[in-house]
């Protein structure tokens, strides 16, 4: 059975960086667009960014735009999010997602999830 799980949440300082993991297993992701959410409470989950199987093109949320980098490892069946100059408001859950038939900002278009890992900025 496909299975995603994140890892590398935790507490840091505003200012700080933490580095996600997600692994994949169960199946080969090589080829789904891949792609990180999060979600705070009581507020809707939105995409942060994500990153395509066919030539590593990247999108991101315009608020981390320069501050975090996606990056995903084919042989390692791993996507990573690194997140540098972490702000208060970057406090949430962090999913991670794959889909086979893009990169979407919808979480509806997306067929696998992670369990979710947390981030917790302190200001």
């Known amino acids: 059975q496909a299975q995603l799980v994140e890892s590398g949440g935790g507490l840091v300082q505003a200012g700080g960086s933490l580095r996600l993991s997600c692994a994949a297993s169960?199946?080969?992701?090589?080829?789904?667009?891949m792609a990180w959410f999060r979600q705070a409470p009581g507020k809707e989950r939105e995409f942060v960014g994500g990153?395509?199987?066919?030539?590593?093109?990247?999108y991101y949320l315009d608020r981390v735009k320069g501050r975090f980098t996606i990056s995903r490892d084919n042989a390692k069946n791993t996507v990573s999010l690194q997140m540098n100059s972490l702000e208060y408001e970057d406090t949430a859950v962090y999913y991670c997602?794959?889909?086979?038939?893009?990169?979407?900002?919808?979480?509806?278009?997306?067929?696998?999830w992670g369990q979710g890992t947390q981030v917790t900025v302190s200001s």
């Open positions: 997602a794959a889909s086979m038939w893009g990169v979407s900002r919808r979480s509806s278009d997306y067929e696998y």
């Open positions: 990153i395509s199987w066919s030539d590593d093109s990247t």
């Open positions: 169960g199946r080969t992701f090589s080829s789904y667009y």
